[in-house]
């Protein structure tokens, strides 16, 4: 994402909005030029919303948007704020700097248990050992995990869930930009980053009153980035180049715990992860002809991951492995290299016709996993992921450039496909095999009227393993992938469409506009193993606005719906049966508001 820097006259702008959940919205820019050489920017944005949840236990305290213990999933409270500052004192330098701050204090993604496989290691040991003994508050004694905190069909974005939930981060962030023109032809770009991130992340994972899956995550993490670049052109700007390194140093750690049973016990997963990456990387293209350019670019990657783990059931807690250790103490370390090329051709036919085609590598490094709970004789690690990818495809432009039509297909090797499997009752991260992916896109835009804007997508995606690798031993056999497997978050189809009309209407000194815009998304699986529950059948949704801008257009005024029908999607969850419980996240609701907006 590209922010628009600092204007050389002072200007603004200020949006507010206000909608259903008592949804607040508003944010805001300042463009101050200090000098002819010096300007900065002021931007901040603040937003909040009631949570769309329905708690449903008994006796569960009404919601408190400010209590975490008590905040209802699917609310928002956050805000943010970042200032720039751009100096450039003549055409040869320009430096430009940013500083941003952010703020997060919300509930859980919304979720609700969806099945309870009564043959889950905690599941069976919670009903045979803690059920009889524990008081659950508004249900006494003897309550068993069990089908009754599995949500009705029709109100999916229920849930029983009474234990923690909350989401409290903190960001603040440095990044700096330098640019030194040394040639008409030859520039050096320096880009600088720095980002701390600390906060907790809590959940009742079981979803329901009982203590089954309780867990609280505190963490930090600081990463720091430094890149250089060479940015040129040669023989009359026939070929232009580019050629840099890269350095990214990370450090992170997390303290992350769940009270299982009690019988059981809890489990506290503690890393401290050190990574760092280095990276040099060049391309060129060629203009053979007006007609004809080639695109030829390569990049080397040194990763280095580090992890020191102390994965321990807690001793004062008790349970049946109170003091029992998962992995031995140690840091343990790996380095991943990979050499990426890529290649490209271009061939206008004319001004409104393209062809091209490209070949490119890529990939994505190994690790280890931080979340170990039966006991094993090391850290559980897994290979980089690697892919190769061949396009080609058309952009044109049609009807005196009124109608754009982009079309692309393509075909990717994946290559030890890293996936999300449940090793004995934990989730992590192992390398699944290879896969391939297969599929096309068209992109249509066209504008019949001066009023009126069309827009059109489809896409096709056909996904499937050709050869699978063997997992840990500790992945039960009802939840490994097979080759029959889809790959997750892959719809075969998905379709877009919309439009965008504009009415002048001199009595209001003023244009009001209409838009609206469809999206559909053919069967989902949302986890690696195609569960039936995280299954996400074929759905379409609907959005629609309408808006009045005044004459001089420095102010707006929108009424909008967003999903106006309501639509109940599942877009992730958790479908652990090997622990005992199956949890699906669930998209938001309908929503609506009006959105006012100024510039000056």
Request: net charge neutral.
């Amino acid at each position: 994402m590209t922010t628009k820097r600092p204007s050389s006259t002072p200007e603004g702008s200020l949006e507010a909005t206000y909608g259903n959940y008592d949804r607040m919205e508003m944010r805001g820019s300042i463009d101050t030029p200090i000098s002819d050489v010096l300007r900065t920017k002021l931007t901040f944005g603040y937003k909040r919303a009631d949570g769309w949840s329905h708690l449903l236990a008994a006796n569960y305290p009404a919601p408190a948007h400010n209590n975490r213990s008590q905040r209802t999933p699917g609310d928002v409270n956050r805000g943010s704020g970042r200032l720039a500052i751009e100096y450039a004192p003549s055409d040869a330098f320009n430096l430009y700097l940013t500083a941003d701050v952010s703020r997060i204090r919300e509930a859980t993604v919304p979720s609700a248990a969806l099945a309870v496989p009564l043959d889950g290691t905690l599941t069976a040991a919670y009903n045979a050992n803690d059920a009889a003994v524990i008081d659950v508050p508004g249900y006494g004694t003897g309550v068993r995990y069990d089908d009754r905190w599995v949500v009705a069909p029709g109100n999916k974005r229920g849930t029983y869930q009474t234990g923690p939930n909350g989401t409290n981060l903190n960001v603040t962030g440095f990044a700096g930009t330098a640019e030194w023109k040394l040639a008409d032809d030859l520039t050096f770009k320096s880009i600088t980053a720095f980002r701390k991130v600390s906060g907790s992340f809590n959940r009742d994972a079981d979803n329901s009153p009982l203590q089954v899956v309780d867990c609280f995550s505190n963490f930090q993490q600081k990463q720091f980035s430094q890149e250089g670049q060479l940015v040129g052109s040669a023989f009359s700007d026939r070929v232009e180049y580019i050629g840099g390194a890269y350095y990214f140093k990370e450090s992170a750690v997390d303290d992350y715990r769940c009270a299982l049973p009690p019988s059981i016990g809890t489990i506290i997963l503690k890393s401290d992860a050190d990574n760092s990456s280095y990276a040099a990387f060049g391309q060129a293209s060629f203009k053979l002809s007006d007609a004809i350019k080639i695109t030829a670019g390569v990049r080397y990657t040194h990763d280095k991951k580090s992890l020191l783990p102390d994965f321990i059931y807690d001793p004062a807690a008790g349970g049946a492995f109170a003091g029992v250790r998962t992995v031995p103490y140690g840091r343990v370390t790996n380095t991943f290299s990979n050499v990426s090329p890529r290649f490209s051709i271009d061939y206008k036919l004319s001004r409104d016709v393209l062809f091209y085609g490209s070949y490119s590598r890529g990939y994505k490094g190994g690790g280890f996993n931080a979340r170990t709970v039966a006991p094993r004789p090391d850290v559980l690690a897994f290979t980089p992921e690697k892919l190769a990818t061949f396009e080609v495809g058309t952009k044109l432009e049609m009807l005196d450039r009124k109608v754009r039509l982009n079309v692309a297909a393509f075909t990717t090797k994946y290559q030890d496909i890293q996936i999300t499997v449940i090793e004995d009752f934990a989730p992590g991260t192992q390398n699944g095999g290879d896969a391939r992916i297969k599929g096309f896109e068209a992109e249509l835009a066209a504008k019949p009227t001066d009023r009126l804007t069309l827009n059109a997508s489809l896409a096709h995606l056909d996904t499937h393993y050709t050869k699978l690798l063997p997992l840990s031993s500790l992945v039960r056999p009802e939840f490994q992938v097979r080759m029959s497997n889809t790959l997750s978050n892959s719809p075969a189809w998905s379709a877009s469409a919309g439009f965008d009309y504009r009415i002048p209407v001199p009595a209001l000194s003023g244009d009001v506009s209409l838009r609206g815009d469809w999206s559909y998304n053919s069967k989902i699986y949302n986890d690696d193993i195609n569960s039936v529950w995280l299954t996400q059948k074929g759905y379409s949704i609907f959005n629609a606005q309408i808006a009045y801008e005044n004459g001089d257009g420095n102010w707006d005024l929108l009424l909008w719906g967003k999903n106006l029908s309501d639509k109940q999607v599942i877009f992730s969850g958790d479908a652990n049966a090997a622990a005992g419980f199956v949890q699906g996240n669930y998209s938001a609701p309908r929503t609506y508001g009006v959105t006012f907006r100024r510039r000056f």
